[in-house]
């Protein structure tokens, strides 16, 4: 795959009106979401969800890729076909996460993401599979001392070593450093500062690395207060924030911004994003989501793994994907 081609699949995942669905849950994390609406976690129920999802009739309209799990590219669906293939034919771009989940790192607080070993050859197979874009993930916490410069230039290093092999293997990366700014009292102000300096650390060395900038995305956090901060701020207030820390760290090669939702609820992530797109109309990158929870959590309660719910969920999920794909344009 030439860069051009990798330029273009960039581009086609942040089209206008299109995003995507981040469905790329490991098993443990899938487990919680399925004990939740009290529904066994067997790979049949995993797989089952993840099809209903794909198989949404209109969701094309909005959704332009969906990261799949190792698990879910590989299993083959009751009817004989495979996810990817589905997704295909209604061109939605089948993406693959590919890092392999955090471990503890410099002290019990701070993590380090794992899955660069053999990560050539896993991509291989991947491509096999019909992925063609990639994800990998760091989370980072915040408190008073933290994250700490080791534990952000650790991950750096790490997503820009994901991230370039991503584009030697033919993948378009999409790079995740996800600062947990929902949990905890700090401010708005803290939230933006540590969202900064994490940001800048990632394309300082997505650069030292030659990772080509016209064919990855970021997947970033919005800046937001804590939860328990007592000075909650207004929508506007956030859309600001937020653009201001990509405007000082990202560079404007970067085709396209792909917000993670995390834990905000669906009308929140929705409503940020609208204001995010309703104020800044000419900014060098798109303004789009790669949702998990805020595109799946609604969906998931209607299931609550019935096959008589299908329909009424599949309508559920496609109209939160249209709000959030209307949101792209400020609607
Ligand atoms: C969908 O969840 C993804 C995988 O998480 P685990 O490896 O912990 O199971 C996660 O990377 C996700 O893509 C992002 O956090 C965005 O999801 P949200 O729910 O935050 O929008």
């Known amino acids: 795959m030439t860069s051009n081609n990798l330029d273009e699949i960039a581009k086609s995942l942040v089209a206008p009106g299109k995003g995507i669905l981040a469905a790329d849950e490991s098993t443990g994390t899938m487990t919680k979401r399925l004990d939740a609406i009290g ?19 209109g969701a094309e309209s909005a959704i332009s890729g969906v990261i799949l799990f190792d698990e879910t590219i590989r299993n083959q669906l009751p ?9 295909r034919k209604k061109k939605i771009h089948p993406g693959i996460k590919v890092d392999k ?59 820009a070593q994901f991230a370039l092999l991503s584009q030697k293997s033919g993948f378009v990366p999409i790079v995740e450093p996800e600062v947990l700014v929902l949990k905890g009292s700090h401010d708005l102000k803290k939230s ?10 990632v394309f300082h060395w997505l650069k030292q690395f030659g990772v080509n900038f016209d064919s990855m995305l970021l997947k970033p956090n919005m800046a937001l207060p804590g939860r328990d901060c007592p000075n909650q701020t207004t929508a506007k207030e ?7 820390v990509l405007r000082v760290a990202v560079p404007k090669q970067v085709p396209g911004i792909v917000f993670l939702s995390g834990g905000l609820t669906p009308d929140e992530a929705t409503e940020y994003l609208k204001t995010m797109n309703k104020i800044y109309r000419n900014l060098p990158w798109q303004l789009s989501f790669s949702f998990g929870r805020a595109l799946q959590q609604e969906a998931l309660k209607a ?16 109209v939160r994907a249209k709000k959030v794909s209307a949101a792209r344009s400020g609607k």
């Open 39 to 57: 529904v066994a976690s067997t790979v049949e129920n995993r797989s089952k969800w993840r099809e209903i999802m794909a198989t949404t009739a």
């Open 79 to 87: 009817k004989g076909s495979m996810i990817a293939d589905l997704l």
């Open 101 to 159: 989940g955090i471990v503890k790192f410099n002290s019990d607080e701070e993590t380090f993401t794992l899955g660069l070993d053999g990560l050539t050859e896993r991509l291989e197979e991947y491509k096999k599979l019909g992925a063609v874009f990639t994800k990998w993930r760091a989370v980072y916490k915040v408190e008073k001392n933290l994250p700490s410069a080791a534990a952000i230039t650790a991950n750096s290093v790490g997503l």
């Open 192 to 201: 933006k500062v540590v969202t900064e300096k994490v940001l800048k650390d």
């Open 238 to 244: 956030i859309a600001r924030a937020t653009v201001e």
């Open 303 to 318: 299931w609550s793994g019935k096959s008589n719910n299908v329909k009424a969920t599949q309508a559920v999920f496609l």
